[in-house]
Nanobody
Framework: QVHVVESGGGLVQAGGFLKLSCALA????????KRWYRQAPGKQREFVAS???????NYQGSVEGRFDISWDDADSTLYLAMNDLKPEDTAVYYC????????????WGQGTQVTVSP
């Protein structure tokens, strides 16, 4: 059974730093697209960042230059390092893995709250 466990959320002041992690268990990492999403209260869940197997990354415009998505093969963990956090970054953050073949299973983390005070 493939599952993921998220951690790393918390409360920080504007300009601060947080690093989220999402550990993948029971799956082959190379078979999944790897992404981060976030959802603020009353708003639609939105794309934040993605990373490809070759290391190429893509970011939502408002976080580009501040956030860094990475994958660590050693511990099968997806990371999102968030620098210079702003109150507008406050949301529940979700990691997401989607199979690129086979059943195309869509797997979501349980979500972790990030709150940035002004």
């Amino acid at each position: 059974q493939v599952h993921v466990v998220e951690s790393g959320g918390g409360l920080v002041q504007a300009g601060g730093f947080l690093k989220l992690s999402c550990a993948l268990a029971g799956g082959t990492a190379s078979m999944y697209a790897k992404r981060w999403y976030r959802q603020a209260p009353g708003k639609q869940r939105e794309f934040v960042a993605s990373i490809r197997s070759g290391g190429d990354t893509n970011y939502q415009g408002s976080v580009e230059g501040r956030f860094d998505i990475s994958w660590d093969d050693a511990d099968s963990t997806l990371y999102l390092a968030m620098n210079d956090l702003k109150p507008e970054d406050t949301a529940v953050y979700y990691c997401n893995f989607v199979e690129l073949c086979g059943n195309f299973q869509d797997i979501w983390g349980q979500g972790t709250q990030v709150t940035v005070s002004p």
